[in-house]
C-alpha cells in the first residue's frame, strides 16, 4: 500500500473532527480555557509522555533500520527536552499529581501492550496518531487564532504548530508507510485497527483533561 497513512486518515477523519469541535480545543483557541484545566491537562501530558518515550525506545529496538531506529530513539529523546521545558513552564509542581488519570493509563497501558506484544507493523501504527494528531490540531489552533499575543497558551501551541514537530511527524508517516508496504493482508487490518483505536484514545484524553477526570472508587 502506497500511503497507508492517508487511507487510514479518511477513515478516521470524523475523530479529528470531534477533536477540533471540543470544547478544550476550542476555548484554547480563544484563550478562555480556565487554568486548572489545563494544569490538569500538563500534568496528565507529564505523565503520559514519561510513558511514551519508553515506548518509542522499544520501537527504536525492534526496528531493522538503523535510520528508523536513530529517529525513535531521537524521538524519545526529544520528548525528554519538552518534559524539561515546555512542561516545567506550565506545570505547578506543588500540586502535581503522580498518578495518571482512567484515561492516561488507558491510553500507555494500550501503547504498550502493542509494541511489547505484537509486530512492529502494528507498534508504529498504534504510536502514530500522537505525532500525526498533535500536528494537525496545532495547526488548526494556529490557523484559527487571533490572539497570539495575549494566549496564556502559546507557547505550548506554538511547540506542536512549527516546523520541526512537522520533520519528525513526516518521519513517522513515512516510516509507517513504509512498512506497510509489505505488510500482510492481516497486518494491515491489525494496523488499522491500532491507529483507530489510538487515535480515540487521543479524543478521550482531551475529554478526560477538560472533565478533569477522576477514579470513581
Not at 497507508?4 to 476550542?26: A, C, M, N
Not at 484554547?28 to 487554568?35: Q, R
Not at 509486530?119 to 490572539?147: M, R, W
Not at 513504509?178 to 479524543?203: I, P, Y
Request: hydrophobic share 35%; with cysteine.
Amino acid at each position: 500500500m502506497a500511503n497507508w497513512y492517508q487511507t487510514v486518515r479518511g477513515k478516521s477523519d470524523f475523530i479529528l473532527e470531534e477533536i477540533k469541535d471540543h470544547p478544550f480545543i476550542t476555548e484554547l483557541i480563544k484563550g478562555t480555557l480556565p487554568k486548572d484545566v489545563f494544569q490538569y491537562y500538563i500534568n496528565q501530558d507529564s505523565l503520559y509522555l514519561s510513558e511514551y518515550k519508553k515506548i518509542l525506545a522499544l520501537l527504536s529496538v525492534k526496528c531493522t533500520s538503523t535510520e528508523d531506529a536513530l529517529f525513535f530513539l531521537n524521538s524519545a529523546t526529544g520528548i525528554i527536552n519538552v518534559e524539561n521545558e515546555l512542561h516545567l513552564t506550565f506545570i505547578d509542581k506543588s500540586n502535581f499529581n503522580k498518578e495518571a488519570s482512567p484515561s492516561c493509563e488507558l491510553y500507555i497501558s494500550y501503547l504498550a501492550r502493542i509494541a511489547n506484544n505484537h509486530s512492529i507493523e502494528e507498534g508504529l501504527a498504534a504510536v502514530l496518531p500522537c505525532f500525526t494528531i498533535y500536528k494537525e490540531i496545532g495547526d488548526y489552533v494556529l490557523a484559527h487564532q487571533s490572539n497570539k499575543k495575549d494566549n496564556p497558551y502559546q507557547d505550548w501551541i506554538n511547540t506542536y504548530g512549527g516546523e520541526d514537530f512537522e520533520n519528525s511527524v513526516n518521519k513517522a508517516v513515512e516510516i509507517t508507510n513504509r512498512h506497510a508496504q509489505t505488510a500482510s493482508d492481516e497486518k494491515l487490518k491489525n494496523m488499522e485497527v491500532a491507529f483507530a483505536k489510538a487515535s480515540k484514545l487521543e479524543w478521550m484524553f482531551w475529554d478526560s483533561a477538560y472533565n478533569k477526570e477522576e477514579w470513581k472508587i
